[in-house]
């Protein structure tokens, strides 16, 4: 038997064994079971109540809204990351413990893992496709869709894990990674945590856990408070699109002890860290806009500390290709240039790309309403030179309803466009935008009720922004 799947013995040798969920990633840990099949039993609890065909016939199910009920009448629980508890998780008598726990209890001193409201899957893809061009062990996990379990088999001594964490991921983990990348903490989630306080609770988790040789980069924006941050923390402060000369206006956070081998400085396209500068090569590269700089920053103080230079760093730089729905350009048509960024789910991320398409003409925005305040975005589309401001499903109503009632110095408001669904937004937007100018689906808020996910909605933005209309 291979010697790294009976690694996972302690959690899973004799034990009544439940996996609570069964996405991608309850999948993903069955296959790794199923393997070993240390466990004296083994039952999959699920809410959907299709079972799909398993070849293990002794595998239990438990399938319906009352999936959650017997969770004590197991030794362990693998709660999949999508899964809100019933209960509070200290008041279960089984273990209830994630792939993700399980993997980083192996493999931690190998890990740099990373999150962030925003940037986190562009950081993790941009990271690990620098160092496989190094020529460097790596391998990719987590949240961008890859289970971690599913890899085990390729980690040597000297791999490189680069590991997306999402805020369920982290909320109920005991353990950090040796390199913990925190990118930024905005208004996100209060649909399942009530409160930003608990949010940020969940994502601070990355470095929480962390030990005093450990690291911690994190953006200035939510650096950790004093005393519960253990490992040695560098910051990461944005000065904003200046010229790249000078480091002023950084400030003085009182918890970078050390002096400026502790910081790292993104101003216009340039990155400081210590006495080294690095200028962003802004016409070879492909990722576009002033927030993705931040993000480039980021991995580049990231590939220093894993011992890159900075020709293996830029060369990687040159040669990486954006993901699809974070502002990504679709191309023309009928003269018009469509960008599908339908990964935005907070106001920030829509502000964001309108600040880097200077020739925005129109901007699709709506989807599921979950409370969030979207008083800066209303604010900044007021003062915005966008002339087509389309309003869609939940959100758009709301966003809608809220500058009627709330600001009356709304400026143009004869801009504002209220359709029902992405359809209707659409066909307006290829009736509105002028040709030479752009058109981008920037939502600021979530797909969930409407779409499968926020890539399901990149895509049907696409195919209708290139389909051809019907003929009556």
Not at 249 to 270: H, P
Request: proline share 5%; glycine share 8%.
């Amino acid at each position: 038997m291979n010697e790294k799947m009976t690694r996972i013995d302690p959690w899973v040798k004799g034990k009544k064994v439940l996996l609570l969920g069964f996405g991608r990633e309850g999948q993903s840990t069955y296959r790794m079971l199923s393997r070993t099949k240390r466990y004296e039993s083994l039952t999959i609890a699920d809410q959907n109540t299709e079972k799909p065909w398993l070849p293990d016939p002794d595998v239990s199910w438990i399938t319906g809204p009352d999936y959650q009920k017997t969770l004590d009448e197991y030794d362990v629980v693998f709660k999949s990351p999508g899964i809100v508890l019933e209960r509070p998780i200290e008041s279960y008598r089984c273990s209830i413990i994630s792939q993700t726990e399980v993997f980083f209890q192996l493999f931690r001193d190998q890990i740099v893992g990373i999150t962030g409201t925003k940037g986190k899957s562009t950081t993790t893809s941009l990271l690990y496709h620098i160092l496989k061009e190094a020529g460097r062990k790596t391998m990719i996990a987590g949240n961008i869709g890859i289970p971690a379990f599913d890899h085990v088999d390729e980690i040597e001594p000297d791999t490189v894990v680069v590991f997306e964490m999402s805020c369920h991921q982290l909320e109920y983990m005991t353990v950090s990674p040796h390199l913990g990348i925190l990118l930024n903490i905005h208004e996100e989630h209060l649909d399942h945590y009530g409160t930003m306080e608990k949010y940020t609770a969940a994502k601070e988790k990355i470095y929480r856990n962390q030990r005093p040789e450990d690291v911690l980069l994190c953006s200035s924006q939510c650096l950790p408070k004093p005393g519960t941050c253990p490992s040695r923390l560098i910051s990461v402060w944005d000065l904003g699109e200046g010229d790249g000369e000078g480091r002023e206006g950084s400030g003085e956070d009182g918890r970078c002890a050390g002096g400026k081998e502790f910081q790292v400085f993104l101003k216009g396209n340039k990155v400081y860290q210590g006495d080294e500068c690095f200028a962003i090569p802004q016409e070879e590269i492909r990722l576009l806009g002033h927030h993705n700089y931040f993000d480039i920053a980021v991995v580049y103080a990231a590939c220093r500390l894993l011992g890159l230079s900075e020709e293996e760093f830029c060369r990687g730089l040159k040669t990486f290709a954006p993901l699809p729905h974070r502002l990504f350009n679709l191309g023309l048509k009928d003269g018009v240039r469509y960008y599908d960024d339908s990964i935005s789910t907070i106001c920030d991320t829509t502000i964001q790309a309108l600040n880097t398409l200077k020739d925005a003409d129109t901007v699709l925005i709506g989807g599921m309403d979950r409370g969030i305040d979207y008083e800066d975005l209303i604010r900044y589309l007021s003062e915005s030179t966008v002339r087509n401001i389309i309003l869609m499903e939940a959100t758009g109503e709301r966003i809608f309803q809220e500058i009627q009632r709330d600001y009356p110095d709304f400026q143009g408001p004869e801009r504002l466009l209220k359709v029902k669904h992405l359809e209707d937004a659409v066909r307006e937007a290829k009736r509105l935008t002028r040709k030479g100018r752009s058109c981008v689906l920037s939502p600021a808020a979530a797909s969930y009720g409407i779409f499968k996910n926020f890539e399901e909605r990149g895509e049907v933005f696409a195919r209708l922004v290139f389909e051809e209309p019907q003929q009556p």
